[in-house]
């Protein structure tokens, strides 16, 4: 238990549907991250929220929406995605996004499949 | 940003020491390096990092090379459970991790 709780765990969707990915955390942090993990691709940072202000979008395409509506939730919104959209999302926490020696505790993420 | 090269696997039999390399030969000064890894259906799970010294901590050790340009993650005493994708990043001054490949591990009973 890492104290990032991410759901659902897995999720099948439609290329016309619209889903929320939802992540909370119980650890008190101030920052919070998207990251998307495609088979046999190395971890790809989608989004940074630090103090729920949005710090960093690494050019994702606008079919990913996020929001931090405070410092314990981070929601990932899709709509009509590709089905190379297909991966494990995953969410994580820090204490803040700036430390060089900060660790980060990740969620076990939510597998996507887009048909 | 500095990257970082490793195994693409490793294997290694259970109850024996299992020593991970990482090649950085392009790391500046304050890049911090750091080791994650990530089991079967879970989400990256933090190890250690350090900076210039070796690190221990109840997971594992960090050996970080005089030049800091190689480093290694020694455990000391590997189980079935430490089975996992182990990655090593450099963290510099723009926070990024940036994520490479990493090692699987393979662990034998």
């Known amino acids: 238990e890492t104290g990032v709780t991410q759901t659902p765990r897995h999720l099948v969707m439609g290329m016309t549907n619209k889903k929320s990915l939802k992540c909370e955390q119980h650890?008190?942090?101030?920052?919070m991250y998207w990251y998307k993990q495609s088979a046999k691709k190395p971890l790809e940072l989608m989004f940074v929220?630090?103090?729920?202000?949005?710090?960093e979008n690494n050019s994702v395409p606008s079919r990913f929406s996020p929001e931090c509506p405070n410092s314990s939730h981070l929601f990932l919104h899709l709509h009509t995605l590709q089905p190379e959209d297909s991966a494990l999302y995953l969410c994580?926490?820090?204490?803040?996004?700036?430390?060089?020696?900060?660790?980060?505790?990740f969620g076990s993420g939510t597998q996507l499949s887009v048909l | 940003d500095a990257k970082t090269t490793q195994p693409n696997s490793m294997e290694s039999n259970e109850e024996e020491p299992v020593h991970l390399p990482c090649n950085h030969s392009?790391?500046?000064?304050?890049?911090?390096i750091h080791w994650y890894r990530q089991l079967p259906s879970q989400g990256p799970e933090y190890v250690i990092h350090?900076?210039?010294?070796?690190v221990n901590n109840r997971m594992a050790s960090l050996a970080i090379a005089e030049d800091r340009k190689s480093s290694t993650l020694i455990l000391h005493r590997a189980t079935l459970r430490d089975a996992a994708v182990y990655y090593c990043i450099l963290r510099g001054s723009n926070y990024q991790l940036i994520w490479g490949a990493g090692t699987k591990l393979i662990i034998k009973p």
């Open positions: 929220y630090s103090l729920e202000e949005r710090v």
């Open positions: 350090g900076l210039t010294s070796n």
């Open positions: 650890l008190g942090h101030n920052a």
């Open positions: 392009t790391i500046s000064g304050t890049d911090y």
């Open positions: 994580a926490s820090s204490t803040d996004r700036t430390g060089w020696g900060e660790k980060l505790f």
